[in-house]
């Protein structure tokens, strides 16, 4: 998981959007709408960020696709010092 993490997180292109997303839903699950209106980025931009998060088990969402909330899973929860020493690296 800690390699996934610093992948997505830091090995990819769009990985501090990824990470601004993942920082947000810990403050509050959101859905994309409100993350787009949040972090300021364009809707289609925050799906595919939210979209890498999900296939990487990174997120998990609840509900229908539009309206879904989003929220780190427990894995991720899990290894969250490492979540933190990624964002403390990327701000």
Excluded: F
């Excluded at 997180?9 to 994309?32: K, M, S």
Aim: glycine fraction near 6%; avoid cysteine; charge should be negative.
């Amino acid at each position: 998981m800690e390699a996934a993490l610093w992948y997505v997180l830091t090995g990819t292109r769009g990985g501090t959007n990824r990470v601004r997303i993942l920082n947000a839903l810990d403050e509050q699950p959101r859905n994309a709408n409100q993350l787009a209106e949040s972090l300021e980025l364009d809707y289609k931009t925050i799906r595919h960020h939210l979209d890498v998060l999900l296939e990487n088990d990174i997120l998990t969402k609840s509900g229908d696709d539009y309206g879904a909330i989003y929220l780190p899973t427990d894995r991720t929860r899990r290894h969250w010092e490492t979540v933190e020493r990624i964002i403390e690296k990327v701000e």
